[in-house]
Every structure is written in C-alpha cells, then in structure tokens.
C-alpha cells in the first residue's frame, strides 16, 4: 500500500547538479528514518544520506558537502540535492523509509538496507562527460 516514487534523475556533467525527490503515498503521517541509498555497477547498495522526522541529517563521507538531504513531512517529500556531481556518483538512486515512533533514535546512514520497509522503484543518475 505504501508507495514512494523518486523522480529527477537523468545525465550530467562532472560538476553538475540534480535534484532528487521522493513522494510518498497510501500512509498516514507517523514518524520515519528516511535515507537515500544508491547502487552503482557492481557495487553494494550504499546509504548516501539519511534523515529523521525532526530534520536530523547524516551523510556518507563520499557525498559530504556536496549532497543535502531535506524533507516536507506535510507533502510526504524526500528530497537529495547533489551538486559538484562526479562520475563515482553514477548510479540507481532508490529512497527508502522506515516508520517509527515519533521521536526515536534513526542510525541513518549506519542503517542497512534491511532496515528499511519501503523503497522507491530507483532513479538513474549517470555523471559523465
């Protein structure tokens, strides 16, 4: 019943940026750990950047300061700006939710995929020149 559909993904240049959301829908409002994760060619899927209901953010050492996650938990919206895109940022970009109560401790970007109960069908990000 749950539903998140990610959207923004494409082509771009080294350097370039995107914008990533997520929309989820078919719940009623609770609390969440949200993350980003991405699975590049060969690669494990990896947590990007993760945030809590009241806004508390971590981010992977590869994507910091350059990604910023942030939500608007009235429109149920997950959002990734990425900027400074480098090649190693290509990928299937997924977002993924886990409702808890309010309040509660999320491990973000500790947290393993297993953690999470929902998932976006993925977004292709591809940065090359």
């Known amino acids: 019943q749950v539903q998140l559909v990610e959207s923004g993904g494409g082509s771009v240049q080294p350097g370039g940026s995107l914008r990533l959301s997520c929309v989820g829908s078919?719940?009623?409002?609770?609390?969440?750990?949200m993350a980003w994760f991405r699975q590049g060619p060969g690669k494990e899927r990896e947590a990007v950047a993760a945030?809590?209901?009241?806004?508390?953010?971590t981010y992977a050492l590869s994507v910091k300061g350059r990604f910023t996650i942030s939500q608007d938990n009235a429109k149920h919206t997950l959002s990734l700006q990425m900027n400074s895109l480098k090649p190693e940022d290509t990928a299937m970009y997924y977002c993924?939710?886990?409702?808890?109560?309010?309040?509660?401790?999320?491990?973000?970007?500790?947290?393993?995929?297993?953690?999470?109960?929902?998932w976006g069908q993925g977004t292709q990000v591809t940065v090359s020149s």
């Open positions: 945030i809590s209901s009241d806004g508390r953010t």
């Open positions: 078919g719940y009623t409002y609770t609390g969440h750990c």
């Open positions: 993924a939710m886990e409702p808890v109560p309010h309040g509660k401790y999320c491990r973000g970007v500790n947290a393993p995929p297993e953690e999470y109960d929902h």
